[in-house]
């Protein structure tokens, strides 16, 4: 029993990091995400313990309640119980997500590029720097610096992720959505279409490879040929 107690927790431990995973963030955008669902995970646990102290009162001490009218059980455990948590989490909330819109920063420099998904491939544009040829399924960024990304569709929706750098945003045809992502240091990490789109939505996936200053800067120059 133990044993199977402790490859199962191993088991879920092992499906919070990796390249994909929102639960292992590598830069402060992500963190904010991460933070946000370790607290929601928080809230969520309050309330199934105080619904399983009910139950287990219920189950074991026969007449538990009894003396309660059912409206006072259905006000009190079904409004004045959740409630509060829900709000305070509601806000906390609003309050992350106002973080991660674009602009919300300290006004500092942004590096831009445009994600420009089509069936089934993504191709990245350097707004940043004029002439230099795009990169499929593969977006260099200076590491350390936030990174404004224009997402944008040819066809249908998709849906720009990268789990460990940021929240996720639709690309729709006809329209310009904006989003941020930052790398806290130089690595790859995994992007992938967060949007079904058809038989070959498994496969879009795309690299993220962040570089430090001078060597991303360099790369540039060289039209981020390898």
Same mark, same amino acid.
């Given at each position: 029993?133990?044993?199977?107690?402790?490859?199962?927790?191993?088991?879920?431990?092992?499906?919070?990091?990796?390249?994909?995973?929102?639960?292992?963030?590598?830069?402060?955008?992500?963190?904010?995400?991460?933070?946000?669902?370790?607290?929601?995970?928080?809230?969520?646990?309050?309330?199934?313990?105080?619904?399983?102290?009910?139950?287990?009162?219920?189950?074991?001490?026969?007449?538990?309640?009894?003396?309660?009218?059912?409206?006072?059980?259905?006000?009190?455990?079904?409004?004045?119980?959740?409630?509060?948590?829900?709000?305070?989490?509601?806000?906390?909330?609003?309050?992350?997500?106002?973080?991660?819109?674009?602009?919300?920063?300290?006004? /500092?420099?942004?590096? $831009? #590029?445009?994600?420009? @998904?089509? *069936?089934?491939?993504?191709?990245?544009?350097?707004?940043? &720097?004029?002439?230099?040829?795009?990169?499929?399924?593969?977006?260099?960024?200076?590491?350390?610096?936030?990174?404004?990304?224009?997402?944008?569709?040819?066809?249908?929706?998709?849906?720009?992720?990268?789990?460990?750098?940021?929240?996720?945003?639709?690309?729709?045809? /006809?329209?310009?959505? $904006? #989003?941020?992502?930052? @790398?806290? *240091?130089?690595?790859?990490?995994?992007?992938?279409?967060? &949007?079904?789109?058809?038989?070959?939505?498994?496969?879009?996936?795309?690299?993220?490879?962040?570089?430090?200053?001078?060597?991303?800067?360099?790369?540039?120059?060289?039209?981020?040929?390898?």
């Amino acid at each position: 029993m133990f044993h199977a107690v402790t490859a199962g927790a191993l088991m879920v431990l092992g499906g919070c990091s990796g390249s994909y995973s929102a639960l292992d963030p590598a830069g402060p955008h992500a963190q904010t995400i991460a933070q946000l669902w370790w607290v929601m995970l928080g809230g969520a646990a309050v309330l199934f313990v105080l619904v399983m102290v009910l139950f287990v009162l219920t189950l074991f001490r026969p007449g538990f309640g009894s003396g309660v009218s059912p409206r006072v059980w259905i006000v009190a455990g079904g409004l004045l119980m959740p409630i509060p948590v829900l709000v305070a989490l509601t806000f906390y909330a609003l309050f992350q997500g106002e973080r991660l819109l674009p602009g919300r920063d300290d006004g /500092g420099p942004v590096y $831009r #590029i445009e994600a420009h @998904a089509r *069936q089934w491939q993504w191709e990245f544009r350097y707004l940043d &720097e004029p002439g230099t040829p795009s990169t499929l399924d593969v977006l260099h960024i200076p590491a350390g610096l936030p990174v404004e990304v224009v997402a944008t569709s040819a066809d249908v929706i998709h849906s720009f992720w990268v789990p460990r750098l940021g929240g996720k945003i639709d690309a729709t045809p /006809g329209h310009a959505a $904006r #989003i941020r992502i930052e @790398a806290d *240091q130089a690595g790859q990490y995994g992007g992938v279409c967060a &949007e079904y789109c058809g038989t070959g939505h498994s496969g879009m996936r795309f690299r993220v490879e962040a570089h430090e200053g001078a060597d991303f800067r360099a790369l540039a120059d060289r039209g981020f040929a390898p």
